[in-house]
C-alpha cells in the first residue's frame, strides 16, 4: 500500500486552484487524491442503489444531531486531499453553510462504494487518508469483492479496527450507531 502523498501548503493551494479551474463534462467531478487531480464519472445506477440502502439504514439509527449528505466534498488538511465520498454522516450545523468544502474531522462516518474505475482507490488509498485525517469511520462497499468493510479507530495512517461481511451478511456497527447494516439486497 502506498502512503499518501503530503504536498507542501503551497502546492496545494495551486492544485487547489487548478482542479476548481478544471471544466468536466455534465455528469463527471473532481477529486484531489494523492497530489494529482481526478475526473472521474458520476456513479452508475447500481452504485446509486446501494448508497440509497445504506443511507435508509443509517438515517434510522443516527444519534440526534447528525445526518447523511451524498457527494460533498471532504478536505484532507493533514494529507492535503479532497475526496468527494458516496455519503458522509455528520453534524446537521456542518452543513448549514454556503461553503463547499468541509473538514473530515467533522466527519463521522465516510461511504465509499467501488466501481471498476476506482475500487484500488476505495480500498488502499482512502483508507489512509481517512484514517491520517481522524474520520471516525470508513465504511466500503466492495462490489468487486461483494463484501463490505468498516474501518474503525483511525490512528495515524491506518484503523486499528476493521470488520468485512460477505454481501448477504449483517455488518455490526459500533457506538454511536449500535446497530447492524442489513447487506441482504447489496448486489
Known amino acids: 500500500m502506498a502512503m499518501p502523498v503530503m504536498v507542501e501548503p503551497d502546492e496545494f493551494t495551486a492544485l487547489e486552484l487548478a482542479a476548481d479551474q478544471v471544466e468536466v463534462p455534465q455528469g463527471y467531478r473532481v477529486e484531489i487524491i494523492e497530489g494529482k487531480i481526478l475526473v472521474s464519472a458520476s456513479p452508475a445506477g447500481i452504485h446509486a442503489l446501494l448508497v440509497r440502502q445504506v443511507r435508509l439504514q443509517l438515517e434510522r439509527i443516527l444519534p440526534s444531531g447528525m445526518v447523511t449528505a451524498e457527494n460533498v466534498t ?53 483508507p489512509m487518508g481517512y484514517a491520517f485525517d481522524d474520520v471516525g469511520h470508513y465504511l466500503l462497499v466492495d462490489r468487486g469483492n461483494r463484501s463490505v468493510t468498516l474501518f474503525s479507530e483511525p490512528e495515524k495512517d491506518a484503523y486499528r479496527r476493521r470488520m468485512t461481511v460477505p454481501f448477504g451478511e449483517a455488518l455490526p456497527l459500533p457506538d454511536p450507531f449500535d446497530a447492524a447494516l442489513d447487506t441482504a439486497g447489496f448486489k
Not at 92 to 119: G, I, K
Open 74 to 126: 471532504v478536505a484532507l488538511p493533514v494529507t492535503s486531499q479532497r475526496y468527494i465520498p458516496d455519503l458522509v454522516v455528520c453534524p446537521e450545523e456542518l452543513l448549514d453553510t454556503e461553503e463547499w468544502t468541509f473538514p473530515a474531522n467533522e466527519v463521522l462516518l465516510a461511504l465509499e462504494v467501488t466501481s471498476r474505475w476506482n475500487a484500488d482507490i476505495d480500498r488502499e488509498v482512502k
